[in-house]
């Protein structure tokens, strides 16, 4: 069985500041792991994904998150926020080479604040 | 290049009635899920084809169903809809194993 816990319902930063969203997950094989991006009234847009390549993983709209495997965690960060930003991240993960289905965290909204 | 496309975008209907939700994945895509989003429950799966078989289902009634046609585009039914199957529906495809999914805008379905 797989699943995502992703730790805070609601983050709240200032513009230019470092946006830290965490999530941690268990899988009893080999994960896939991916961070999504939900605007308001939109589905949901794929910002970045670990498929057991490089640990460090850049994706899109200058995001990055690192797969660590001793603390089962898979955090996103931006160095430098923007109000664009504002929206709710997912976090989700898959097992390996059965990866048809994406178990999704409860969901992380970021506020961005001018 | 196309998203994955939905149709329609907002639907209403009665309880008791039955719906039917279409998805047009990316070109060349043959893997295509369905998700529900609630308030509630969050991102739940429903069920998961490929090349026109169901391969995958989510815990959900018998009332939810799907087909894939041939050219990959893919329809999810409700029968004898309730109250509580208000919500979101996303359809994903994407073209194979080890690929992430593209999300189209999902159907907003509400049942009153």
């Known amino acids: 069985a797989q699943s995502v816990t992703q730790l805070g319902s609601h983050v709240s930063v200032s513009e230019g500041a470092l946006v830290l969203l965490r999530c941690n997950y268990s899988s009893s094989v080999p994960p896939y792991l991916f961070w999504y991006v939900q605007y308001p009234n939109q589905g949901l847009q794929l910002l970045l994904k670990y498929t057991s390549a490089a640990t460090l993983v850049k994706g899109i709209n200058g995001f990055e998150a690192e797969f660590k495997k001793s603390e089962t965690s898979f955090h996103l960060t931006k160095p430098s926020a923007h109000m664009s930003d504002a929206a709710e991240y997912f976090c989700?993960?898959?097992?390996?080479?059965?990866?048809?289905?994406?178990?999704f965290g409860a969901g992380t909204t970021v506020t961005v604040r001018a | 290049k196309a998203g994955v496309t939905q149709t329609p975008r907002y639907l209403i209907k009665t309880r008791g009635q039955q719906v039917t939700l279409s998805c047009s994945p990316i070109?060349?895509?043959?893997?295509v899920s369905w998700y529900q989003q609630t308030p509630g429950q969050g991102l739940q799966f429903l069920f998961e084809?490929?090349?026109?078989?169901?391969?995958n289902k989510g815990n959900f009634p018998g009332r939810f169903s799907g087909r894939q046609f041939s050219n990959s585009r893919s329809e999810m039914n409700v029968s004898t809809l309730e109250l509580g199957d208000s919500a979101l529906y996303l359809c994903?495809?994407?073209?194979?194993?080890?690929?992430?999914?593209?999300f189209g805008s999902g159907t907003r379905l509400t049942v009153v």
């Open positions: 070109s060349g895509h043959r893997s």
């Open positions: 994903a495809s994407r073209p194979g194993q080890g690929y992430g999914y593209t």
């Open positions: 989700a993960v898959s097992q390996g080479a059965n990866d048809y289905k994406l178990s």
């Open positions: 084809y490929f090349s026109e078989t169901q391969r």
